[in-house]
């Protein structure tokens, strides 16, 4: 019982800081256009994670910087809202890389693969 308790306390602080994906985020990718075909976008992200919720803000490209609400963290996902309602977010982290969809209120779909 010793030897599990001890376990844990060495692994704990090693679990946590793998899933924190607070700080700035730089992506690239694109959204598919029928006439054009892929238009590329770069995007720039920051977050703030507390425990399960992201906060943060992100540009897309030459727009303005948004607020990112309502974000959750949930295993290697992190889901957000960007703006007033204008959009949102859904990403997995996989090794140091975010990648996923953002999506505008529009219906436009963003793939985008963020690195840290």
């Known amino acids: 019982m010793k030897k599990l308790i001890v376990l844990l306390l060495i692994l704990a602080p ?3 800081a793998a899933a924190n994906l607070s700080g700035v985020w730089n ?4 959204k598919e ?3 054009y075909g892929m238009v590329p976008v770069t995007v720039q992200m920051t977050l703030l994670q507390a425990g399960s919720s992201v906060t943060g ?3 897309m490209g030459n727009g303005p910087i ?3 609400s309502s974000g959750s963290v949930s295993g290697d996902s992190v889901k957000f809202a960007v703006g007033n ?3 949102s977010g859904s990403f997995t982290l996989n090794g140091s890389n975010l990648s996923g969809r953002l999506t ?3 219906g436009d779909i963003f793939d ?3 690195t840290h």
Not at 27 to 30: A, E, N, P, R, V
Request: glycine letters at 20%; one cysteine or more; a positive charge.
């Open 14 to 16: 090693c679990l946590a």
């Open 27 to 30: 992506g690239k990718g694109g």
């Open 33 to 35: 256009d029928p006439k």
């Open 57 to 59: 803000t992100i540009k």
């Open 66 to 68: 948004v607020k990112i």
């Open 85 to 87: 309602g204008s959009g």
């Open 104 to 106: 505008s209120s529009r």
């Open 112 to 114: 985008v693969v963020f």
